[in-house]
């Protein structure tokens, strides 16, 4: 290794982890047959040049971070360095540091991959300089504590595959320009402040696999041009204010596995979507959103599917048992609506579910009586109680004899609740006049 690659190198790394590291003990250099855990090298015209610095806990003897960690000028002069990443570097947010915004052009003929991960003391915004790094393949800032506007020069990286900017405090809109990286794989702008409309710019991410907006404030119409992305495998817009119904170019995604669109006032009614086009779903989140109509049956078709939510809607009508003949299903929540009618599940599916089948809070939703043992019953869900009269006959539950709970049949008298009063009325007053008469006697 050079000189110089190698001071380099040892600077730079004293500048993270303290100046009692001065590598004494590598030999005969750090690429040598004592490596540093977090470093590696490749030769470049005879000489080992360093091509990766991962700093942090990331393995047990891996380099750990000095509490007053600085990045040093030297980092910058590591001309051969590939992937750089930071991993709970920067823990404590009452010592905030800032990523340096100078000298990254220093590295865009080499840098594929950039990170920094979990580390809250990581404060400031993203420096424009990252836009510079036109080699950068990988990009991703998760679980920081930065902050401020999206730079709208990170879509220059025309060769970026993927771009995560999750769990920090970025405020503002999503560029247009981030339309343009055609190459992009992953893009995740979840959990922050983002906000306003997105770009119609995104329906030019084709090669796009995972969309993840989740946990933001964006508001307007649900995307129709979402529709495109025709390989996404993952899209994930919950917890925003989106609205104005579920677009029906979402039924065209077919290689969609998860679709969750909880928590948004979107409304609509679902059961106009062809669902048995994306036959790959696995799970589908739709609760929470203000929906109405039916719970459509062509998502009995969706053989794949593991998870579905429709909870928390204003959802009508009866619930398909062909739902039960899904092969995969291991949850199914539609609780908190107003479905109606019978539960035609058989003992087996609710064995099989158990709490994660959720169907309460459907006030007009009843399980069939005599069917189920007292384990399987659905959980919060009321039997459907039959009422019969003194003949047998079926009786209406809104009739003289009253409700449910004051009706309720004696079988093995053959009479109903209302007559049963009667009858001990009589016994009662018979009992107070025989003891009136013996009293009467008695005192005489």
């Not at 594929?112 to 950068?136: A, C, M, V």
């Not at 919950?238 to 409304?267: A, C, H, K, W, Y």
């Not at 007292?374 to 004899?401: A, M, R, W």
């Not at 709970?405 to 001990?424: C, H, K, N, P």
Request: charged share 15%; glycine share 10%.
């Amino acid at each position: 290794m050079e000189k110089r690659e190698k001071e380099a190198l040892y600077s730079a790394i004293q500048g993270f982890v303290g100046k009692g590291w001065n590598g004494s003990d590598l030999y005969p250099d750090p690429c040598g047959w004592t490596p540093i855990q977090g470093v590696a090298c490749d030769i470049y015209d005879g000489n080992w040049y360093v091509t990766t610095l991962n700093i942090g806990p990331i393995h047990e003897n891996s380099l750990g971070c000095a509490s007053n960690m600085q990045f040093s000028p030297h980092l910058f002069e590591l001309k051969h360095l590939k992937f750089l990443s930071f991993f709970n570097c920067m823990p404590q947010r009452s010592y905030p540091i800032r990523i340096p915004t100078h000298n990254w052009s220093t590295l865009s003929g080499s840098l594929e991959s950039l990170e920094f991960r979990s580390n809250p003391g990581l404060i400031g915004q993203i420096p424009t300089t990252f836009g510079d790094l036109t080699k950068l393949q990988s990009l991703v800032l998760l679980e920081n504590g930065l902050s401020g506007e999206l730079p709208t020069n990170v879509g220059n990286l025309f060769n970026l595959e993927r771009l995560v900017l999750s769990g920090n405090q970025f405020t503002g809109q999503v560029p247009v320009s981030y339309g343009t990286l055609s190459k992009l794989l992953i893009l995740d702008l979840s959990r922050n402040s983002l906000s306003g409309t997105l770009p119609s710019t995104l329906s030019g991410l084709k090669a796009l696999l995972k969309l993840d907006l989740s946990k933001n404030q964006f508001v307007g119409n649900f995307p129709r041009e979402i529709g495109n992305l025709k390989n996404l495998t993952l899209l994930d817009l919950s917890n925003n204010n989106f609205s104005g119904g579920v677009t029906q170019s979402i039924q065209d995604m077919g290689s969609l596995e998860e679709l969750v669109l909880s928590r948004n006032p979107i409304g609509g009614d679902i059961t106009r979507l062809r669902w048995q086009n994306l036959r790959g779903l696995i799970i589908l989140d739709l609760s929470n959103m203000g929906l109405t109509g039916g719970v459509p049956e062509s998502i009995s078709e969706l053989k794949s599917l593991r998870f579905l939510g429709l909870n928390d809607n204003n959802l009508t009508g009866e619930l398909s048992p062909k739902l039960a003949g899904l092969p995969n299903i291991s949850t199914i929540y539609v609780h908190g609506n107003n479905m109606t009618g019978e539960l035609k599940f058989s003992e087996m599916f609710y064995e099989k579910l158990g709490t994660r089948f959720g169907a309460w809070d459907n006030p007009n939703l009843c399980y069939p009586t005599g069917v189920l043992s007292i384990t399987k019953i659905p959980h919060g869900v009321k039997s459907c109680q039959q009422e019969v009269n003194l003949y047998g006959t079926n009786v209406d539950t809104n009739s003289k004899f009253g409700s449910n709970q004051d009706s309720i049949m004696v079988a093995s008298l053959g009479y109903s609740r209302t007559e049963m009063d009667w009858f001990w009325c009589c016994c009662v007053y018979m009992v107070m006049m025989v003891i009136t008469v013996v009293f009467f006697n008695f005192a005489i």
